[in-house]
Structures are given as C-alpha cells and as structure tokens.
C-alpha cells in the first residue's frame, strides 16, 4: 500500500510540474472552465433558491381559489355562491377576497390593491410595500392619492410600510380595508374578485374541485399545486433562456475539449515518447494525464461553484438578476436563502468534469501506446 501510494504521489509531482511548464496555456483553459461552472451553477442555485422561496410562500396559501370566469376572463363572483360550496363535504371554510390592481401615472407602474384585516389598516389609512415606498418617496404618515372609478380623488394615509425582506410578495402591495377598496373601484357589497376555500383534508382536494366544477360550472378552480408548478415552470424556462444567451461561452469550452480530446500536441508527444523511453508504462502514462484532468477539473470546478454561491446569495445575483427576476419599475429588493441541491451539483461535476478527464485520458492512451522510438523521431 504505501508503495502505490508512493507511487501516486510522484506521479501527481511529475503531473503538476508538467501543468507549470505549460501555465500560460493551462491558465486560460482554467479561466474559461472557471467561467462556464461559474454561470452553470449560478443559474442552478438561483433557480432552486426562487423555487424554494415560492414553496415556502405557497405553504400557507389556500388549497383552492375558485373564479367565476365569463367568455374566458376573470369576472367579479357574486358572495351568493359560498353558499353552494360551503355545503359540499369536507370544505373547511371559505371566504370571499378583494384584490385588484391600481395604475399609477404618476411612476407608471401598476399596484397590487388587497383587502386585509391588518391591525395597522383602518378605513382611510393603508400598508404599502417597499418598492411603493421607494418610488413615491413616501413614509409613514404620508398621503397617497388615488382615483376613484368616478374620477374623485381620494388621499389614504401610510400607516405602515413592509420591510424590504418580504419585498419578493409585498414590494407592489398595498393593504387597504374593505370599505375604502369597494369605494375605489365601485365594487358591490354582494360581489368578491374571488373566493378561498381550505378543505379537511388534501386528499381529498380532487374530488372537492370536481364538485365545484359541477355545482358552479361558470367558475375556475386553481390548485395551490397548480400555482407552484406555475412558478417552477416559468423559472425553470428563464433559466433555460439565459443558459441560451451563454450558449457562446460554452460552446467555446466544448471547441476547447473536442480540442484535446483530438489528442495531444506535437510537443505533448514528444513528451511521452520520452517518458516511455525511461521506462514508464502505459499504465503510469495514463494515470498521470489522469491526475492532470483531475487538477484542472478541480481549480476549475471548485473556485466556479464558490463563486457562483457568492455571486446568488451575497450579491442577490446581481450580474443577471433582471433576466431572471424580471423587470418593473417596482423592482423588488431582497436577498435568497441558500438553497443547494447536492444533486444537481453532481449532475453538475459529472456534466462538465467527467467529459473532460475522459477528453484528458483517451488520446493520452492512443498516444502512449505508439511505440516511442517512432514518436520522437
């Protein structure tokens, strides 16, 4: 045991010093493979940490929300038809909700109006989040106006402002009490934007939906399930779209194994002809093209992940953010919570590390097995 470990380690020596004569070339093919890790896993941690963030979101969200829909589009539900759901088997409670959106010409950017029965809400005063806050300039205490559905202007006063760490759901929210909502769009007291329905059990989440479907077939029922999976898909799809955009960039890495994958150099060669000239093996020539792939996997792959963490969750992804987060004038500020999936970091290792020991060893193999007399000739 301890000679092969002997022998490993004067191979890995051998192997080092040989990347060291030629560090300028292997200096640029660390940085471009640093590079294509570092986006990769950027792109990776981001996704499944906005994933994790909407899970999380989700967790307390209704199971159902149910919308009457006419020639296809979202319209107000009359509060009439709790009833009908109320008394289907296993619906633990429902109840009706008032929320729309308010355009802001002052900014240009559209508000999220919700009816909510915070403390800090009463009639005449409203909750803004930060992103509101920070376009309108405005704190607490302050008057914001808005246009009724008759054209009266209506000042509500700030009573509280969300801090920027729920900015994810709250920068465009505000919070207003029912009486002032219904007042501002001119929405009947028989009337919700849609209503919530929480059930016994999730099992039987299914069969209940089939119901409402039944009893009301002009309504819409979306499944908290549905919502997440709404979430998951369209950051699953931007992800893949900014992976696009660095098509250039990896295409460039593959064109750099495929590269070294066509075998070695001419002085590459002559360096293994040499090598078994003075008694190397097969065996021992391809072990240390192995050790030298494993070298340049690792200064590459390791210090690219820890970038890529870095740059997710201590910079909030600040190189792309906007391809990813989206874009408003109510851009939300807020920082990710780790979220690693040790998973995808080894589909990731075997995606980009694996292939390029193999490019590594393969022609080093062809290449050793010539005789040596012939190579450095």
């Known amino acids: 045991m301890r000679v092969w470990i002997e022998r490993q380690k004067n191979i890995l020596d051998f192997t080092l010093a040989s990347l060291l004569r030629r560090k300028r070339k292997n200096a640029a093919l660390v940085l471009v493979y640093t590079l294509i890790v570092f986006l990769l896993s950027s792109v990776m941690f981001f996704t499944r940490s906005i994933q994790q963030e909407a899970e999380v979101l989700l967790r307390e969200a209704p199971e159902m929300v149910v919308q009457r829909q006419v020639a296809g589009r979202h319209e107000l539900i009359p509060l009439s038809y709790m009833e009908k759901i109320r008394g289907l088997r296993g619906v633990q409670s429902i109840r009706g909700r008032l929320w729309g959106y308010y355009y802001d010409p002052i900014v240009g950017a559209n508000y999220t109006l919700l009816v909510s029965e915070d403390a800090a809400v009463v009639p005449g005063s409203i909750a803004v989040g930060e992103g509101v806050a920070r376009v309108r300039l405005a704190a607490v205490g302050d008057d914001l106006e808005f246009r009724t559905h008759t054209g009266v202007l209506r000042e509500l006063k700030i009573g509280k402002i969300f801090p920027g760490e729920t900015g994810l759901v709250s920068s465009d929210l505000i919070l207003i009490t029912e009486s002032d909502f219904r007042d501002l769009f001119g929405i009947a007291g028989a009337y919700a934007t ?27 029922q979306i499944l908290r399930e549905e919502i997440l999976r709404t979430y998951e898909t369209v950051f699953s799809w931007r992800g893949g779209l900014l992976i696009a955009i660095f098509a250039g960039s990896i295409l460039a890495f593959i ?24 008694g190397w093996e097969t065996a021992d020539v391809i072990l240390m093209k192995f050790w030298e792939g494993v070298a340049i996997s690792l200064t590459a792959f390791l210090p690219g992940i820890l970038l890529a963490y870095v740059h997710v969750f201590l910079t909030s992804f600040i190189l792309f953010e906007p391809v990813l987060k989206g874009w408003s004038v109510l851009y939300p500020h807020f920082s990710l919570t780790p979220a690693v999936d040790v998973a995808q970091v080894a589909a990731l290792f075997f995606l980009i590390v694996v292939p390029y020991i193999v490019a590594t060893v393969i022609p080093a193999w062809r290449a050793a097995i010539v005789d040596p007399d012939s190579v450095m000739r």
């Open 255 to 278: 064109i750099l194994a495929w590269d070294k994958a066509s075998g070695p150099t001419l002085e590459e060669r002559r360096e293994l002809g040499i090598l078994k000239a003075v």
């Open 194 to 220: 849609d209503l919530v329905v929480r059930v016994r059990n999730p099992r039987e989440l299914a069969t209940i939906t089939l119901k409402v479907a039944e009893a009301l077939p002009d309504t819409r």
